[in-house]
């Protein structure tokens, strides 16, 4: 009797134990899914940002490796910014309405096994949107290629242009890194520098190969 008494009072107090772990389960499931959509966002934005810093930086100093003029540099640039914010538009708008023609045949097949649509409405509000995401994508790239073009407009003065290009896109890179890991809860300090050598590297190539073409009489 008192064996029996004893196992009903360890089944009342087993059940709400069982109900803080679904609930902490639930919201770890939560946490992590709204961590996973805004990562879809932070890579779009991140990346194209970044995109358009490095290369735009980088084709100027390309050019400013061996011409010293302030409108080649500036002309480079802006083209640099137009062209490349249509090809990240244009990729991301194919990317992500690819994923959406996958994801709306998937779900015309799970009507059709379950043969039931209530869950349509819910469904259609979570779909990827290319338009939405395409003009995301051109507008940060925009936002990133306006760092050294902006840096160059003002100085006219050939190396301390150059110095000038370099430090703007430093900071702004120290700031895209850092921004991209505190939104998606990563290091800051490894992130940070993980973008700044990457921008670096690229412009360093640039200009050491663009100086060296250019001095060989190619």
């Not at 490349?84 to 009507?111: N, T």
């Not at 902006?150 to 006219?156: D, I, K, P, Q, Y």
């Amino acid at each position: 009797m008192a064996s029996n008494q004893t196992s009903l009072n360890d089944a009342k107090f087993a059940l709400p134990v069982s109900d803080v772990e679904q609930q902490a389960a639930l919201e770890i499931e939560t946490e992590d899914y709204d961590y996973s959509k805004r990562a879809q966002w932070l890579r779009a934005a991140v990346l194209g940002a970044n995109d358009g810093l490095v290369s735009t930086a980088s084709l100027m100093m390309g050019v400013g490796a061996v011409k010293q003029d302030l409108k080649a540099m500036i002309l480079t640039g802006f083209a640099g910014l137009v062209a490349g914010a249509c090809s990240m538009a244009i990729g991301e708008f194919v990317s992500v309405h690819s994923q959406l023609d996958i994801e709306l045949a998937q779900m015309k097949r799970d009507r059709k096994r379950k043969d039931t649509e209530e869950k349509e409405e819910g469904e259609n509000e979570s779909l990827p949107n290319p338009l939405l995401a395409a003009a995301a994508s051109a507008l940060a790239f925009s936002v990133g290629a306006l760092v050294p073009l902006l840096a160059a407009s003002f100085t006219r003065e050939y190396k301390v242009r150059l110095g000038v290009v370099v430090a703007a896109v430093t900071l702004a890179l120290m700031i895209f890194g850092w921004l991209g890991a505190v939104l998606g809860k990563a290091p800051a300090v490894r992130s940070s520098l993980r973008v700044l050598v990457g921008g670096w590297l690229a412009m360093a190539i640039t200009f050491g190969l663009t100086k060296l073409i250019g001095s060989s009489g190619l």
